[in-house]
């Protein structure tokens, strides 16, 4: 049986997490091309400089890259192993930010710092290794990498080709996966190849030591975006005016935590709705109520399509507006007010544009507030600032006075997806179950399949369940321009490869106990991988070619 170097693994996880490499930072840099120099120093690719390389992402104003390196076997088959090398930052260290990057050093310092108990037993056990971006990701891109260093040792044997990406963002807007998709396309036709399987390796957490997790599809996330506009008045005559703020409060009382905008599919929920966000737009106090208020939400979904989504999110919108009308008029017939200002009403982004368009000067308005998006998107606008920003002019270009508010999304769009419902591949996904279960079995360990990664991940981008047009009233909704914000779903359809996440376990994620299991990314789940990748016709191909829902009981 062939296997991975766990030496060379266990050093590029140590050289790996000493490069800092922070999320939507110029520091993801330093870790791109400590891979480049890494993969370079692999004879095959001596051999075969064209290769491997670094592919700049489009449009990036911090000027990262997509590290990657293709295995050819001389096959059309293709399996991807991929992962990103961006982390959070080291805020949560404290006064142990010096040390985060070291392992060794933080395992020190919390025999300390850190009494409880689970805590001081995984420190005297050795058994796990600590620091920022152990367990999220270096230990994936250790693992990945000692699989294509074994791969490529062996220039003959083998049933596929195998296509190793790191990409950066993940934890920000995944604007490297995002832009290794068109890499993933140029690839595609330059070598002929054929995706037939995508493999990210995302830990997991799990309360019992013996088990491991394979999550065979992904939560999919919106993120819708309210701006509402009121009508002025002075603080003291609020009857005669409406408040913008009021008009918000009332829709996101309405929406927070409405289990509509929830889902369910094969035995899974995803969470509730939560706002993150609500506010006033003024930039200072003065004593007339207020024009404009803004919010933002997530809407984590499984089989419900965006469309369904975005036609419910209004539905429920106006019923909260006409809730807040009916005792609005209550209270001004009280007062003796007449009722002079109109009923609201919900439009959405799309509605707004096109009334936008109809006026004069529409294209010189479009191209200065796209420009200035870009400008503040470079100077660290986040998309959701963006996308009120742009909302907000388009309100006030449009100059309908009526009280009204408007609701697009805001980037990053992550589509759901589950490889059971991937009627357009040819993949077995029970045929992957059962065989890493058999692999698992042999070691002692247990296989628990989670239908769906509910933390959100860059397999959203391998493969669409659905064709592009269910997918494309989010790009007519989201509030950014297409520089600074883009998704081909184009590409990710030519693509199509079905993507599982097959990590090690892990704990206290972005917190400053993260640490990883030494044995899951040292042995277990590489020498699985290269073990794959050299039978992959022999384990998957001559089993039972039924995906449908009816296997779940192999998920448990």
């Known amino acids: 049986m062939k296997t991975t170097n766990r030496e060379s693994i266990e050093t590029i996880f140590s050289e790996a997490l000493a490069i800092p490499s922070f999320t939507n930072t110029e520091t993801e840099q330093g870790i791109e091309a400590y891979l480049d120099q890494r993969i370079g120093q692999i004879p095959y690719f001596k051999e075969h400089p064209d290769h491997f390389g670094r592919y700049q992402v489009p449009q990036d104003h911090l000027h990262r890259s997509v590290n990657w390196a293709l295995v050819d076997k001389g096959k059309k088959k293709t399996v991807i192993l991929f992962h990103h090398h961006d982390t959070v930052d080291l805020e949560d260290y404290g006064n142990l930010a010096e040390i985060a990057l070291d392992s060794d050093k933080v395992a020190e310092a919390l025999k300390r710092l ?53 990409v950066g963002d993940e934890e920000s807007y995944s604007r490297g996966m995002r832009g290794a998709l068109g890499l993933l396309t140029d690839l595609q036709e330059k ?66 935590l409405h289990p509509d905008l929830a889902d369910q599919a094969l035995g899974e929920t995803s969470p509730l709705p939560s706002w993150s966000y609500l506010r006033d737009l003024k930039e200072q106090y003065d004593v007339s109520t207020v024009l404009y208020s803004a919010g933002y939400f997530s809407v984590l979904h499984l089989k419900k399509t965006p469309q369904e989504l975005l036609q419910r999110i209004y539905e429920l919108s106006q019923e909260a507006l006409d809730a807040f009308y009916k005792k609005y008029e209550h209270l001004q017939d009280q007062a003796g007010q007449e009722h002079i200002i109109a009923r609201p009403r919900v439009i959405t982004y799309q509605e707004l544009e096109e009334r936008c368009q109809a006026i004069e000067g529409y294209q010189d308005f479009r191209e200065a507030s796209n420009k200035k998006a870009e400008q503040d998107f470079r100077n660290g606008t986040s998309y959701q600032s963006l996308a009120i920003q742009q909302i907000q002019r388009l309100l006030e270009f449009l100059g309908d006075k009526d009280p009204m508010v408007v609701i697009g999304f805001a980037p990053p769009y992550y589509p759901s997806m589950n490889c059971r419902f991937l009627d357009n591949t040819d993949f077995n996904i029970v045929s992957l179950i059962t065989d890493y279960r058999e692999y698992l079995d042999t070691r002692g360990y247990l296989l628990k399949v989670e239908e769906y990664f509910m933390g959100i991940n860059d397999t959203s981008y391998c493969t669409l369940e659905k064709d592009v047009a269910s997918y494309q009233v989010v790009l007519d909704s989201l509030a950014t321009p297409a520089q600074v914000y883009d998704l081909d779903l184009e590409k990710i359809a030519q693509i199509q490869v079905p993507a599982v996440n097959l990590g090690p376990w892990g704990k206290e994620l972005h917190k400053r106990g993260e640490r990883v299991y030494k044995e899951d990314f040292l042995e277990t789940i590489p020498n699985y991988l290269l073990e794959l990748l050299y039978h992959f016709d022999d384990r998957l191909s001559n089993r039972i070619r039924k995906n449908g829902p009816n296997e779940d009981q192999l998920g448990s």
Not at 133 to 152: H, I, N, P, R, T
Not at 197 to 224: C, N, Q
Not at 241 to 255: D, K, P
């Open 191 to 256: 070598f002929d190849l054929n995706y037939v399987l995508a493999v990210d390796s995302e830990p997991f957490e799990s309360e019992v030591g013996k088990e491991k997790v394979l999550h065979i599809g992904t939560v999919g996330k919106l993120m819708p975006v309210v701006v509402a506009q009121g009508v002025l008045s002075h603080m003291k005559e609020p009857l005669k005016g409406i408040n913008a703020l009021s008009l918000l409060v009332a829709i996101a009382s309405q929406l927070d």
């Open 114 to 166: 850190d009494s409880r108990p689970d805590m001081q037993e995984d420190l005297a056990s050795g058994e796990w290794k600590f620091g920022r971006g152990s367990c999220d990701m270096k230990a994936a891109l250790a693992l990945q990498l000692g699989v294509l260093e074994a791969y490529a040792a062996d220039p003959v044997e083998g049933q596929v080709n195998l296509l190793y990406l790191s």
